[in-house]
C-alpha cells in the first residue's frame, strides 16, 4: 500500500512539474508588429502568427530570452537652451503635445533618464558659467539665476509628465578663468573670438593646480545643491563632455591622468565631504583608445568614487571591448551622433545601426541629443543639427522626425527594468529584451530597397514574417 502511494505521488509530482515547465515556455499565439516606413511611420500591422518548429524551416534569428545582458535603465535626450527657446513659439496646447510625446508614460518615447549641460554648450543662446567672476574660488558669486529661467522651466515642464524623470549633468566647459588660455574653447573657428595662438591643441587646457581643482570641486558641487534646492535632483556628473574635442564651441581638454588625478583627490572627496548621494561617472568621453580608460579604470583611488563611464562618438568602437574588460563598470550611451540638420530618413537608419552597437555592447541607457530644435537645427556656434521634434517658428508646424519614430521603436516597449537578451542567427540587424510585462521585444529593420522574409524563432515557436523595404519594426510576444 506504502509503495503504490509512493508511485501515486510520484506520478503527480511528474506530471505538476510538466505543466509548470510547460507554463514557463508557453508563449501567446501570436505577436503584435509594428512598422514604420518613410511614408507610413508607426503603423500597427495584423498579428503574426506563432508556429510550432517544422524540421523544414530555416531560422534567420533565434532570441534566447534565457541569456539575460544588461538591465535597460532608460532612454532619454539632453534639456537645451534653443530646444526651450524653440518650444516656446507654439502656443500651450500644442507644446503639452511635444512633452506628451516624449515623456508620457504610454504615449511616445516615454523618456525616463535625461541630460543637462553645467553652464553653456553649443546650444545654449551664448556662452555662460555659473560662475564668471575672475578668481572666486571661494564661489561666493555661484549663481543658477539664468537657469532659473530657461532650463530649470525645461525640466520642470518635462517633469508634469514624467515625475520619475531622473537628470544627469555634464560641463561642456568650466568658467573661462580657471582655463591656459582663459577661453571657453580650445580652438579658433567663425563663430567665436578665439585668436589662433590661443589655441590649446593638446595636453590640459584647464589649470592643474590645486586652488583651481579644489575650487572647480566646490563649483561642482554648488550646482548640485542648488539643483536640489529647486526641486530637482541631479543623480549623476560626468564631469567633462568631450575632453578630446577641439573645436569652437565650449570644450576644456584633460588629459586621462589629469581626470583620474581630479576625481580621485578633489572631486570625490568633496562630493563624499559634503554627504552628495550624487554619482560620479567617467563621462562623457569621445575616445576609443583602451589606454586612456585603463588610467583611470586601474586606480583603486579613483574608481571608489566612480559609478560608470559614459561614452559617446568614437565611443561606439570601444564599448564592447570595454565591456569585456571592465564588466562590472556600467556604460552610458551620453549622446547620439547629431547629424547636419537634414533630419532625413537615412539618418533614422544610421541612428538604429548606432543604437544596436551600444546596446548591444553593453550599455544600459541610451542618450539623444537634442530632443527639440527649430527649422535648420542651427546651433548658436553655427552648426546644423538633428532633433526629435523639429519646429518652424515662422509657421509654428510640428514635425516628428524619422528619429523620433526609430528611438519609439525601441523605447516605446523597452520600459525601465527590461533587460537586453542574446539573439543569434543570420540575419543580425536585431536587437532583442524582455521587458517588465514579461513580453519578449524584437527590434529590427530592413535597409534593403526589397522586401526582406525572415524567420523568428522565440523558445519553442517561430513566425514568418516579411518586412517591408526600408523599414523599421517591432515585435512584441507575451511569454
Not at 107 to 128: E, H, K, Q, V
Not at 353 to 361: E, F, L, N, Q, R
Not at 371 to 397: E, H, Y
Request: net charge neutral; hydrophobic share 35%.
Amino acid at each position: 500500500m506504502i509503495t503504490k502511494t509512493i508511485s501515486i505521488m510520484k506520478t503527480l509530482f511528474n506530471i505538476c512539474t510538466i505543466c509548470i515547465f510547460s507554463a514557463c515556455m508557453s508563449f501567446a499565439q501570436s505577436a503584435n508588429w509594428i512598422s514604420s516606413t518613410e511614408k507610413n511611420k508607426w503603423k500597427v500591422q495584423e498579428q503574426v502568427k506563432l508556429n510550432d518548429i517544422k524540421h523544414d524551416v530555416v531560422i534567420d534569428v533565434e532570441i534566447h530570452s534565457d541569456q539575460k545582458q544588461q538591465t535597460m535603465e532608460g532612454w532619454g535626450g539632453c534639456f537645451n537652451e534653443l530646444g526651450w527657446d524653440a518650444l516656446q513659439t507654439l502656443n500651450a496646447k500644442e507644446r503639452e503635445t511635444v512633452f506628451k510625446s516624449l515623456f508620457s508614460t504610454g504615449d511616445g518615447l516615454n523618456f525616463t533618464i535625461c541630460r543637462m549641460p553645467i553652464g553653456a554648450n553649443d546650444y545654449s543662446r551664448n556662452w555662460y558659467s555659473l560662475d564668471d567672476s575672475v578668481g572666486d574660488f571661494d564661489m561666493k558669486h555661484f549663481s543658477i539665476k539664468r537657469d532659473q529661467g530657461i532650463l530649470i522651466p525645461y525640466i520642470k515642464e518635462a517633469m508634469k509628465y514624467q515625475p520619475a524623470l531622473k537628470l544627469w549633468a555634464s560641463p561642456w566647459s568650466p568658467p573661462a578663468w580657471m582655463k591656459t588660455n582663459k577661453h571657453y574653447a580650445n580652438k579658433p573657428g567663425d563663430h567665436n573670438d578665439l585668436k589662433p595662438e590661443n589655441a590649446v591643441l593638446s595636453g590640459n587646457q584647464f589649470i592643474q593646480e590645486e586652488k583651481y581643482l579644489s575650487s572647480y570641486a566646490v563649483y561642482l558641487t554648488k550646482f548640485v545643491k542648488a539643483y536640489k534646492n529647486e526641486g530637482i535632483n541631479v543623480f549623476a556628473v560626468h564631469f567633462q563632455n568631450e575632453p578630446y574635442t577641439l573645436n569652437q564651441w565650449p570644450n576644456c581638454s584633460w588629459t586621462p591622468s589629469a581626470m583620474r588625478d581630479f576625481i580621485a583627490k578633489y572631486l570625490g572627496p568633496t562630493f563624499k565631504k559634503e554627504n552628495l548621494n550624487t554619482e560620479l561617472w567617467l563621462g562623457t568621453w569621445n575616445t576609443d583608445k583602451m589606454a586612456n580608460f585603463d588610467t583611470v579604470f586601474s586606480s583603486p583611488e579613483a574608481m571608489k568614487y566612480i559609478a560608470g563611464a559614459g561614452l559617446q562618438w568614437e565611443g561606439k568602437n570601444i564599448i564592447k571591448d570595454l565591456h569585456k574588460k571592465y564588466p562590472h563598470v556600467k556604460l552610458m550611451q551620453t549622446e547620439s551622433e547629431c547629424g547636419g540638420g537634414d533630419f532625413s530618413w537615412k539618418d533614422a537608419e544610421h541612428l538604429f545601426d548606432i543604437m544596436k552597437t551600444y546596446i548591444s555592447g553593453g550599455a544600459s541607457v541610451y542618450t539623444y541629443w537634442n530632443m527639440v530644435l527649430a527649422d535648420k537645427g542651427t546651433s548658436s556656434w553655427g552648426w546644423n543639427q538633428n532633433a526629435l521634434v523639429r519646429i518652424d517658428k515662422t509657421t509654428q508646424k510640428v514635425t516628428y522626425t524619422p528619429e523620433y519614430y526609430i528611438f519609439k521603436h525601441f523605447s516605446y516597449f523597452v520600459t525601465v527594468g527590461s533587460s537586453k537578451v542574446e539573439s543569434t542567427g543570420s540575419y543580425n540587424n536585431v536587437v532583442a529584451f524582455v521587458n517588465p510585462k514579461g513580453e519578449v521585444v524584437v527590434v529590427t529593420n530592413n535597409l534593403q530597397d526589397i522586401p526582406k522574409a525572415l524567420n523568428i524563432k522565440i523558445g519553442n515557436k517561430y513566425f514568418a514574417v516579411t518586412l517591408q523595404p526600408n523599414s523599421f519594426n517591432t515585435f512584441a510576444v507575451k511569454l
